[in-house]
């Protein structure tokens, strides 16, 4: 079963984006110049918000987590996977990591994508403090794509 969360955040004049390993999303209104894999703040919820259920999905060794981040007309997906090691309950942020490291805001590890690999056009968008920025999360079990692809094996050796 696919669980799913929204977060709404926005930009801010200072948004970089260029980290190479991280991803947050900050429900902070500020961004300091250190900020660089931030591409939201203000965001309306944080991993301490999420459903029970969501959690659960994220926490297990084999769920993927779909990223898709859709700011005016333009869209960009990451992937990452779930791990039954992450606390997921940040109050102030959340991060998807391309890395294995877990802290209470990981939502996500050995992510496909960082801050600075999320397309230009987006972040140029963000860097205008009234753009808004939503974030849909979906948590589905490897279990449940590799299923996807069953019955298609049937049809390929007849």
Same mark, same amino acid.
């Given at each position: 079963? #696919?669980?799913?969360?929204?977060? =709404?955040? *926005? ?18 209104? =500020? ?28 926490? *297990? ?9 859709? #700011? ?8 990452? %996977? ?5 606390? #997921? ?26 801050? *600075? ?6 972040? %140029? ?12 999360? =979906? #948590? ?8 996807? =692809? ?9």
């Amino acid at each position: 079963m #696919v669980e799913a969360e929204i977060v =709404y955040a *926005r930009g801010h004049p200072r948004i970089k984006a260029t980290h190479v390993t991280t991803l947050e999303i900050s429900r902070e209104e =500020y961004l300091t110049e250190r900020g660089d894999c931030i591409i939201g703040i203000g965001a309306d919820r944080s991993p301490k918000d999420f459903s029970r259920v969501f959690k659960e999905a994220l926490r *297990r060794d084999d769920s993927i987590l779909l990223a898709v981040i859709r #700011v005016g007309g333009l869209v960009d997906i990451v992937l990452a %996977q779930g791990s039954s090691g992450l606390i #997921v309950d940040s109050p102030v942020k959340l991060i998807i990591r391309r890395s294995s490291f877990i802290e209470p805001a990981t939502i996500g590890i050995k992510a496909n994508k960082a801050a *600075r690999d999320i397309d230009r056009r987006i972040i %140029q968008m963000l860097r205008d403090p009234g753009t808004v920025l939503e974030l849909r999360l =979906y #948590v589905l079990g490897l279990d449940e794509v590799e299923s996807i =692809y069953a019955g298609s094996r049937g049809i390929l050796q007849d």
